[in-house]
């Protein structure tokens, strides 16, 4: 029984020995070579050939980085002609870089390596690129960036503060930019800008580059209109009530339905957009702020002042106004229809086949005391009232009424918008 155990053990033992050294003992591969068409060129642009010398080996890597870069864009060798593997590298960075070839061999198990490694040849990079590719100013209308003559014109509103400027820039990589030898961050170094600023742009190699920054304060707008008006009926019955508006030269006119609840013009929510980008709305003295309450029973005056200091402002009268109804009849079809008047939407339903590019349409208004409606229009054509006009329907019309007031003695226009619909 003693001698069976031993000879097991034995043979164990030895099935364990021929187990490691197929698995663990790895033997390192020949030391490998290469050679480079040159040692020194610019980042970016300077492609250096690597010729790799075939070596018995599991595989062969060239690291053009060198060990001491963590292997960084280390490329595998793959094919080799006649003992020999070309490979094209482009450097991205600028340094001394001690580039090597290492050759692997992997024990089965996966866990053990061997390596060999070549002698390092020395590759110098270098960058001369030193240029700005952006530059700006916050809240800036313009910059005008002249490569050839290395100038930069940043155009700013205004009364700009150009004294404590904050630029953010991009320059070429591995340079350094500098304002009268102090450097320069993005977005962070405070320039005073009252007169042009050298920016010098120092390269990877020491060559430098200057730019001349000028900030130009813009002249100041001289734009004094109202370019539209709004408004909401908010007062108590009133649920909100969007109100159609009219802006014309020294005039702008709210207007409701016909027969309107004059209460309901007490509490009227505004808001506007004017044409300049820096002029102010005045009401009584002060900037009129967007969603004022006003109450528009009586004409209220208001006052556009342009940027300019030296312009002029432009006065307004702003009324609220209870505006003609407009109702249309479409007398050539038949059956004859009626369309409804909702508010200022006017809407009409046809029997299928009809042709909508022109249905004969006759105009009648229904006036509020004092007011008179002078013409009509249908997307620019003239509309007689009480005679039929063809107008094309294939899309939703605008009808302006041109409405003058005899005892306010203004006029205004109020718009209907009319859309028809046929019938599935």
Do not use: W
């Amino acid at each position: 029984m003693m001698r069976k155990f031993t000879t097991y053990l034995f043979i164990c033992t030895l099935c364990c020995c021929i187990g490691a050294c197929d698995d663990d003992e790895v033997s390192a591969p020949p030391m490998p070579s290469f050679t480079v068409d040159k040692t020194s060129g610019m980042a970016n642009e300077t492609e250096f050939t690597f010729v790799i010398d075939e070596v018995d080996a599991d595989a062969v890597t060239l690291l053009p980085y060198g060990v001491e870069n963590g292997g960084k864009a280390g490329i595998l060798v793959k094919t080799f002609t006649s003992g020999k593997a070309t490979v094209k590298v482009t450097y991205n960075d600028v340094g001394v870089f001690n580039a090597v070839v290492v050759a692997s061999n992997f024990a089965n198990d996966g866990e053990s390596i061997e390596r060999s490694t070549s002698n390092p040849v020395a590759v110098t990079i270098t960058s001369h690129r030193n240029s700005f590719t952006a530059f700006n100013i916050a809240t800036s209308d313009s910059v005008l960036i002249d490569t050839t003559a290395r100038t930069i014109d940043v155009y700013m509103p205004y009364g700009t503060d150009v004294t404590a400027l904050k630029p953010t820039f991009t320059a070429s990589p591995f340079t350094t930019v500098t304002v009268g030898g102090a450097e320069q961050t993005s977005g962070t170094s405070v320039v005073n800008f009252t007169n042009p600023v050298t920016y010098r742009i120092t390269a990877d190699n020491g060559t430098t580059r200057d730019y001349t920054v000028t900030v130009i304060s813009q002249d100041p707008e001289n734009v004094n209109t109202v370019k539209s008006f709004s408004g909401k009926e908010v007062s108590k019955g009133a649920n909100n009530r969007t109100m159609g508006s009219f802006v014309g030269d020294g005039i702008i006119v709210l207007y409701d339905t016909l027969n309107t609840p004059v209460n309901r013009f007490d509490s009227v929510c505004v808001g506007y957009e004017l044409t300049g980008a820096f002029a102010t709305l005045l009401f009584g003295g002060e900037e009129l702020e967007q969603d004022s309450l006003l109450d528009l029973t009586g004409a209220k005056a208001l006052v556009v002042d342009p940027q300019d200091p030296n312009g002029a402002s432009k006065n307004y009268t702003l009324y609220s106004a209870r505006a003609p109804k407009l109702t249309l009849a479409f007398t050539d079809l038949n059956p004859e229809v009626q369309a409804t008047t909702q508010n200022f939407a006017i809407n009409a339903i046809v029997l299928k086949g009809t042709n909508l590019a022109s249905i004969g349409t006759t105009a009648s208004v229904a006036l509020p005391p004092n007011v008179l409606v002078t013409s009509i229009t249908a997307d620019g054509n003239l509309v007689v009232e009480g005679v039929e006009t063809p107008v094309n329907y294939t899309k939703p019309v605008k009808f302006v009424l041109n409405v003058t007031d005899t005892v306010r003695n203004i006029s205004y226009q109020v718009t209907y918008t009319a859309t028809v619909t046929v019938t599935p």
